[in-house]
């Protein structure tokens, strides 16, 4: 969907994907942060974030995953927030080869 959105060579859905990619990080890492700090508001806010930022670039397990983390939070109970963020964790790295490999591919078709 969004490589139709911008122009033919890809540009726009490469600076989508540089920019999630960017930026997942540090909110992966506020994530762990608010759990280290019992701050179950700021992994649910933080959640959230990754959850709508993934949907927008098409990773619906990421999503998927920053959904489960953020319904964890709003129960109250930390328990299995620490294996649910390691399974976000690992679809972030699941979707950034992906979307790497997408732009790549889209790269080449225009080349």
Known sequence: ???????????????????????????????????????LVGVGQEAHYLKGQAATVGATAMACAAADVEATTATGDPGGLSTSLVVLTDEYHRAEAALRASVRAGAAAVD
């Not at 060579?9 to 997942?24: C, Y």
């Open 1 to 39: 969907m969004l490589r139709r959105l911008g122009p033919p060579d890809g540009s726009f859905l490469a600076e989508i994907v540089d920019t999630f990619v960017a930026n997942a990080p540090d909110h992966l890492a506020a994530v762990a942060s608010a759990l280290a700090a019992g701050d």
